[in-house]
């Protein structure tokens, strides 16, 4: 139960030519334009990777890091929507919207959790691009491992014939909902408005559209026990829901140093009550469109024994 919702290890992706993805900015209203030139955004967005890095690490995570020097992978950076790992030995392979993320998918990132950790089945879903399908990963979907429920917003990045594919092969309730922002737009991606802890979650009810949906997210994560910190609009816009909680040395809340002053003292006590907040200082790649969460694809495998020689 401990590590089913907060796993002690993830993978992510050091992106040595970072950029604004300009083919998901009609639909990603988080996207923002760098007032830096080529050189010095993708510089600083190293930077900040690194410094993320070894803050995960000195806070007890295992990270796993792989380079990219493509220049032909924007979003690199958030592998969380191509792939997820599953309690049990599962591996799930997803389906991207956007062109050019369809090329962020790398086979050494697999065969590095085949290596490492106990793989059973790796489940590709990603050859439905060819029908005009997606389902990315664990941006499209919150998924709650103890109670077994995909909070999923309705979207282009999140088919509904997929997500029933998804749930009836790894065993998760589908829930599935409209939300938008203050100013009417689409939320484009779940994890942008809500994530779900162990012994809390951060969630913006006030964007789900229809008032039926907001009551049934609200108790079903109530139900597993969960205290619910409802965030305002202007939160969420600050990248507050966009979190993941993680092992380390103890239960960690990493989240952006943005997100973290977002929030009131009344909502950080009660997740310090349960998790150490760890704020990461990356302003130049939450101009992507996205943030902490989306840069962390969390391992909830077994990890095989160390060998010696």
């Given at each position: 139960?401990r590590l089913m919702?907060?796993?002690?290890?993830?993978?992510?992706?050091?992106?040595?030519?970072?950029?604004?993805?300009?083919?998901?900015?009609?639909?990603?209203?988080?996207?923002?334009?760098?007032?830096?030139?080529?050189?010095?955004?993708?510089?600083?967005?190293?930077?900040?990777?690194?410094?993320?890095?070894?803050?995960?690490?000195?806070?007890?995570?295992?990270?796993?890091?792989?380079?990219?020097?493509?220049?032909?992978?924007?979003?690199?950076?958030?592998?969380?929507?191509?792939?997820?790992?599953?309690?049990?030995?599962?591996?799930?392979?997803?389906?991207?919207?956007?062109?050019?993320?369809?090329?962020?998918?790398?086979?050494?990132?697999?065969?590095?959790?085949?290596?490492?950790?106990?793989?059973?089945?790796v489940t590709d879903?990603?050859?439905?691009?060819?029908?005009?399908?997606?389902?990315?990963?664990?941006?499209?979907?919150?998924?709650?491992?103890?109670?077994?429920?995909?909070?999923?917003?309705?979207?282009?990045?999140?088919?509904?014939?997929?997500?029933?594919?998804?749930?009836?092969?790894?065993?998760?309730?589908?829930?599935?909902?409209?939300?938008?922002?203050?100013?009417?737009?689409?939320?484009?991606?779940?994890?942008?408005?809500?994530?779900?802890?162990t012994d809390y979650?951060?969630?913006?009810?006030?964007?789900?559209?229809?008032?039926?949906?907001?009551?049934?997210?609200?108790?079903?994560?109530?139900?597993?026990?969960?205290?619910?910190?409802?965030?305002?609009?202007?939160?969420?816009?600050?990248?507050?829901?966009?979190?993941?909680?993680?092992?380390?040395?103890?239960?960690?809340?990493?989240?952006?140093?943005?997100?973290?002053?977002?929030?009131?003292?009344?909502?950080?006590?009660?997740?310090?009550?349960?998790?150490?907040?760890?704020?990461?200082?990356?302003?130049?790649?939450?101009?992507?469109?996205?943030?902490?969460?989306?840069?962390?694809?969390?391992?909830?495998?077994?990890?095989?024994?160390?060998?010696?020689?």
């Amino acid at each position: 139960m401990r590590l089913m919702q907060a796993p002690d290890a993830v993978v992510m992706i050091r992106p040595h030519h970072f950029c604004s993805n300009p083919e998901t900015r009609d639909d990603n209203a988080f996207q923002t334009l760098s007032n830096r030139d080529a050189a010095a955004t993708s510089g600083a967005a190293l930077a900040e990777f690194d410094r993320a890095v070894t803050a995960l690490r000195g806070a007890g995570v295992r990270v796993h890091v792989f380079d990219d020097e493509s220049r032909d992978t924007p979003d690199s950076v958030f592998p969380n929507n191509w792939f997820s790992t599953h309690a049990g030995g599962d591996v799930a392979i997803y389906p991207m919207f956007a062109a050019n993320r369809r090329r962020e998918r790398r086979q050494d990132v697999i065969e590095m959790l085949k290596r490492d950790y106990r793989v059973q089945e790796v489940t590709d879903f990603s050859g439905l691009e060819a029908d005009g399908l997606a389902l990315e990963g664990t941006g499209a979907m919150v998924l709650d491992h103890i109670g077994r429920i995909a909070y999923t917003v309705r979207s282009n990045r999140a088919d509904p014939i997929l997500l029933e594919r998804f749930c009836t092969r790894f065993n998760y309730e589908p829930i599935a909902f409209e939300a938008r922002d203050a100013m009417g737009r689409d939320v484009y991606h779940t994890n942008v408005l809500m994530g779900v802890a162990t012994d809390y979650a951060l969630v913006c009810l006030d964007m789900i559209v229809d008032p039926e949906r907001r009551r049934t997210v609200a108790e079903r994560l109530a139900e597993t026990g969960r205290a619910v910190i409802d965030l305002s609009h202007a939160q969420i816009g600050e990248f507050a829901g966009n979190a993941i909680e993680l092992t380390g040395d103890q239960r960690i809340l990493a989240l952006s140093s943005r997100a973290l002053r977002a929030l009131r003292p009344d909502q950080r006590a009660i997740i310090e009550k349960s998790a150490r907040p760890l704020p990461l200082d990356i302003p130049t790649i939450e101009t992507a469109g996205g943030s902490v969460r989306c840069m962390l694809a969390g391992i909830h495998l077994t990890r095989r024994p160390e060998r010696t020689v």
